[in-house]
């Protein structure tokens, strides 16, 4: 992300608009590209400017704000509903929204649903980083030297090594039986180039994506399967691990 996230306000109450947009702009992250009363009209902006965010009441004239939000959310547009009646924050629970902000409006309330929305884009822009970084697909060499199969990797578990031999296993989902192949454990993590692809002991490498859970000395992965994690590769795996923590 660079610059400022851009933020948009709906309400039919000038007051309530006037104070967001001061409450958001003593943030310091966000830029307020504009404040409407008409919902149509917040609607074609958000689209226009490629909003990041809208704040938008829930009960307008004519319109109801958990329909508005319907709209952006359906175009990846963030939304936070605000209403000055608590009972309304239960039309919202099956809507995918940032949070509910109840009037009147607060600093706290603005401060809180802003930095809501942050750790909800932190979230998502490191699970597209990680979807980038990751190969959907790599080559690999089969029994025959004359044939080369592809492996799509977001199917794959991990690998255990066998002298120079590797199975690979996938999750039960993806319907693939076990394979084995020509290859060491060694030439497996030098050939994917993933970083979360790793090795976790001196027999398994591990796709770090399927882990579910980690205890000191084993992994647990999809479909419960438990993965021993060698000493002198501990280290190096918890360090992987904890700087994907929230």
Known sequence: ???????????????????????????????VLFQED????????????????????IHMPNTNGIWVAQQMISHDIAVAITSGVWESAHMC?????VG???????????????????????????????LQVMPEKMFIKSNNPYIIESLDLNHVLYFKGAK??????????????????????HDITKSIEDPMVVRVHKSYVVN?????KCIYDKAILEDGIEIPIGPSYRADLFKLLESRCL
Do not use: C
């Open 164 to 185: 120079d031999y590797a199975e690979i296993y996938f999750s039960a989902s993806s319907g693939q039986k076990k394979l084995l192949y020509q290859i060491s454990l």
């Open 208 to 212: 770090v994506r399927k882990i579910r």
């Open 93 to 97: 629970i099956n809507l995918d929204i």
């Open 100 to 130: 509910f902000i109840h009037k009147p409006i607060s600093q706290k309330g603005i401060s809180d649903i802003l930095e809501k929305y942050k750790l909800k884009y932190a979230i998502q822009s490191h699970k597209e980083k990680m």
């Open 38 to 57: 008409s919902p149509l009209k917040a609607m074609s902006l958000a689209l226009e400017k490629e909003l990041d965010l809208l704040i938008t009441d």
């Open 1 to 31: 992300m660079s610059g400022k996230f851009k933020i948009g306000i709906l309400d039919d109450e000038p007051k309530a608009l006037a104070l967001m947009a001061h409450y958001i702009k003593e943030e310091g992250d966000f830029d």
